[in-house]
């Protein structure tokens, strides 16, 4: 059976956490009184952002509509009919980003995060990237190069996952890499 993750990439720092083990996370940046299961210390994370919900099996993403918003996959999460909040279906390999603005801004006042449903056993690689201007990593449809404008940027095969943050490349299992 998969596990359910996700994985969220703060201020260069990389943390995992495993969704099974309850059915719903509140996310937010913690304050006085409010302490969600998920905690941002970034000032463009709501106090009360959103929550990460099971439904029947399915996992989900609610957005409390904050100042900053939330960009998932690329695109804004928006409202729904008047004002409601609309869950938005998560699946392997989606991203979010919270407190990103009306665009898609990955900076160091973003947060960045992926849901990932399979089996991560081991750990995590932190690699310094910034001496290289553009980097090669194997995926399963080839070899793709990244460069600095591919912040953000997720690079998966059957061996692993490589995040490209820029100035770091967070890698788990086996995937191959070369900088140039």
């Known amino acids: 059976m998969n596990e359910n ?3 969220v990439i703060e201020n260069g720092q990389l943390t995992t956490y495993t969704l099974n083990d309850r059915n719903m996370w509140s996310v937010g940046r913690p304050s006085n009184g409010n302490m969600p299961d998920i905690r941002f210390y970034s000032s463009t994370v709501s106090r009360k952002h959103g929550e990460l919900k099971n439904m029947d099996g399915i996992w989900f993403y609610l ?3 904050g100042k ?3 960009i998932y996959n690329g695109k804004h999460i928006n409202a729904g009919r008047n004002g409601k909040i609309k869950p938005t279906m998560l699946n392997n390999g989606d991203v979010l980003i919270f407190g990103g603005g009306e665009t898609t801004v990955i900076n160091y006042k973003t947060v960045w995060a992926m849901f990932y449903a399979g089996k991560l056993e081991g750990q995590w ?3 310094e990237t910034d001496m290289y201007s553009k980097i090669m990593i194997r995926g399963d449809e080839g070899a793709i190069e990244v460069t600095r404008d591919d912040k953000g940027r997720v690079v998966m095969n059957e061996k692993g996952i490589a995040i490209y943050m820029d100035e770091l490349m967070f890698v788990f299992g086996d995937v191959e890499w070369i900088g140039q």
């Open 5 to 7: 993750y996700l994985i």
């Open 63 to 65: 957005d409390f509509n």
């Open 68 to 70: 900053n918003g939330t």
């Open 125 to 127: 690689k932190t690699i």
